[in-house]
């Protein structure tokens, strides 16, 4: 039976695969990058089916088992912007924010026990969560790709940068848009409202708005694209709110039905 | 832009006199038929600054970006509020976005923008058929937005949410409204049996109610309402609610929760537009040749 104590033995090995296939795509080398980068995901993967078989329950209830997927899909979407638009730095990125989630997760595991309330016992638990870890990721490497623009491109055509962002966005929109709707539908099933503007959901409406301002704003004309990454950057930070910010702030204390961790 | 901060400004100044004269927004008042003739008074206007959009600027320039990211701005701007600062039933100003006046009319706003650009596209689409893949997607997006806003909204003052609590063996037919009013029910439930379980650390593992349902309309049925699984009878929604804790497995009540909402197909539809256009979003992804 693998358990929790086991996860730094998956990590190890994912780790060292995704940074080996980091360097293979710095060296111009992508079959390798590919292979390695796959095999790191199918190894982190076993970990998070294991787990789930463990459990007797899909892992995505604390925010340890969040952030298992999130590492999770770091490198996936990672290796996904790598095929298609072949750049060298992504899988360094990816590789290493997933090494920030992972370590997260080493020095501060939560309990994974066998519990499931019944709230969280509906087929709609498992998609509305990994959809959302998957927008979660997707949006990271976008604001990535504006921290790149912002702080270390040089000066010079940016359009194609440009493109990427705004491809990333829309996919990480999409796959949060499903997320939100998913999440109404269930609640809907669960608490026989699709919508309470519970804190969570009016952070998840304040984080789809921001990032609709974004594509709205990146469609205008006469627009200022700097203007346009700081847009991302701030609707970054909203989304962390979101995720985690909520369950420490005040506001929110004892009126959220998503604070699931004790 | 400027003209847009400027619009929306001006609507939190005067929604803010609105909020100092008249109080905070009183959404009950809106019950069927009033929430039915604003809908129709709504789009009416929607359509009359559509088809006057050549004569006067302001109704042209409410279906530009220009309008439409400063009205999105001051939605965030006050939604962050709303996030930031305890939100209480009773509460008013602040404390109580929704019915905060400046907050519904920067989303009422937002809602005429969207009329305007939906009627807008509606119309160029006869000019150009063969530009579908556009097309769809942003009407899927936007008019579900509409649909799903609008409907969910108006319809809300027509939602009945009321408990009912079940005994074994005894048929109930009243139920307690929110404010604690009992309301006679079209329908009768009685408790068979009272289900549960529980993990091996003693929290609730499956809580559930056996329960045997018989409607005036003559229907008589016989099922199992569990957390995440609830039963439709006449409109009427029956949610396994709560139980008597104190009781644990050996509880002889169960509550449950009945919901009817009249407008839910409606906001449904707005819901399932918006996946649809999620996924032509993820299909075809920002590549736009037109406005680059």
């Known amino acids: ?262 | 832009m400027k003209e847009g901060f400027l619009i929306g400004g001006g609507l939190i100044i005067a929604g803010l006199a609105l909020e100092l004269g008249v109080g905070p927004v009183v959404w009950e008042a809106f019950a069927w038929p009033v929430n039915g003739i604003v809908l129709a008074g709504f789009l009416a206007i929607i359509t009359v600054m559509f088809l006057l959009r050549k004569k006067v600027y302001a109704f042209r320039f409410i279906g530009t970006y220009e309008a439409a990211i400063p009205a999105m701005v001051y939605a965030v701007v006050l939604t962050i509020i709303m996030g930031l600062i305890r939100q209480e039933v009773d509460g008013t100003w602040l404390n109580n976005m929704l019915t905060f006046w400046p907050f519904v009319l920067i989303y009422v706003y937002i809602a005429v923008i969207l009329g305007q650009i939906i009627l807008r596209r509606i119309v160029n689409c006869q000019f150009s058929f063969f530009n579908l893949k556009r097309n769809i997607p942003f009407m899927l997006n936007h008019l579900g937005l509409f649909l799903a806003m609008t409907t969910a909204t108006l319809g809300n003052a027509d939602m009945q949410r009321v408990k009912m609590i079940t005994t074994v063996g005894e048929p109930e037919w009243r139920a307690i409204e929110p404010g604690g009013l009992i309301k006679e029910m079209p329908l009768t439930i009685e408790l068979k049996k009272f289900i549960m379980e529980t993990y091996d650390d003693g929290s609730p593992k499956r809580f559930a109610s056996e329960i045997q349902i018989q409607t005036k309309s003559g229907k008589n049925i016989e099922t199992i309402v569990d957390v995440n699984k609830p039963c439709e009878v006449d409109g009427w929604k029956i949610y396994q609610y709560g139980y008597d804790t104190q009781m644990g497995a050996q509880s002889q009540i169960s509550i449950l929760e009945l919901v009817s909402d009249p407008w839910l197909p409606f906001v449904y539809s707005g819901i399932y537009m918006m996946l649809a256009g999620a996924v032509c979003m993820f299909v075809f992804g920002g590549r736009r040749g037109d406005n680059k």
């Open chain 1, 1 to 262: 039976m693998v358990t929790w104590e086991q996860f730094i033995y998956f990590a190890i090995s994912s780790v060292l695969l995704w940074a080996v296939g980091a360097w293979a795509a710095w060296k111009n080398r992508p079959a390798m990058a590919y292979t390695t980068t796959v095999l790191g995901l199918l190894v982190f993967f076993a970990f998070i089916v294991s787990m789930w078989i463990s459990l007797e329950r899909p892992p995505l209830r604390t925010m340890g088992e969040t952030r298992l997927w999130y590492s999770f899909f770091l490198p996936l979407a990672g290796i996904i912007v790598y095929s298609r638009w072949k750049y060298k730095w992504i899988l360094s990125f990816s590789t290493v924010l997933a090494l920030v989630f992972i370590c997260v997760n080493l020095l501060k595991p939560e309990i994974h026990d066998k519990t499931l309330m019944p709230a969280l016992q509906s087929p709609w638990f498992a998609p509305h969560v990994i959809v959302y870890m998957f927008a979660y990721a997707v949006l990271g490497a976008a604001t990535v790709m504006a921290a790149y623009l912002l702080f270390f491109k040089a000066a010079g055509n940016r359009s194609e940068e440009y493109e990427i962002t705004d491809n990333l966005v829309y996919v990480g929109l999409a796959f949060m848009t499903f997320g939100m709707l998913f999440g109404a539908l269930w609640a809907k099933e669960a608490w026989g409202h699709y919508w309470s503007w519970d804190p969570k959901e009016t952070w998840a409406a304040i984080t789809w708005f921001a990032y609709l301002i974004y594509i709205h704003y990146r469609r205008l004309p006469k627009h200022n694209p700097h203007l346009a990454l700081w847009i991302l950057v701030i609707s970054f930070v909203l989304l962390q709110m979101c995720w985690w910010g909520i369950n420490y702030l005040p506001s929110s204390q004892g009126a959220s039905v998503h604070v699931y961790s004790n």
